[in-house]
């Protein structure tokens, strides 16, 4: 009994030693090549949203104004997205003359676009009318807004023919101009 005493104490003692001897050296450590951060794209998910509206306008629908230079205002019930608007000449009036791309003002609701109207015409204006197109107006969660339509009429009277004229007629300030001007530059001395 003694004997197999002594040998359970021998095998206890010496076992942390006989373990660490298994264990390998370790290996002299050789650089790893650097990984690169991996890129990933932000991801925003939003709610279910209802389909932008509008909800006002200027000119109003079947209005008469003074012809000449128009900004056309159109404002939706929620924040839209600047970069997609789609308005096109329709069946029932006239083509307006406008600028290629409308300005979303900083309320986010709001486009207004530059034109020119002639007198004792009938205008009218189709915002987003072929659902097959790529760009729409769209509110934030890229809702396409509810197809709509504005028609109004000019006056045979005198002609809008300034810009702060026409601004200060659609009920705009000067923030809300429908074109930015390039800061103007110093005249350099010779």
Known sequence: MRAL????????????????SAVSPPKPSTPRPREEPTSVSPV???????????????????QAIAPGVLVLKVVFDQPMIPRDFAYAPSASGDALECLKTPRLLNDTKTFVLLCRTLPGKTYAVSLNKDPASPTAFANLAENRAVESELSFSTLAGEPITKLR??????????????????????????
């Open 165 to 190: 004229e026409a601004v200060k007629t659609a009920g705009l300030g000067d923030l809300d101009m429908p074109v930015e001007e390039a800061p103007r530059q110093a005249n350099a001395a010779p």
């Open 44 to 62: 925003l998910v939003m709610p279910p949203t209802a389909k932008p509206r509008v909800v006002g306008t200027w000119p109003a629908a079947g």
């Open 5 to 20: 005493t002594l040998a359970l104490t021998l095998c206890l003692a010496s076992g942390p030693a006989l373990a660490q």
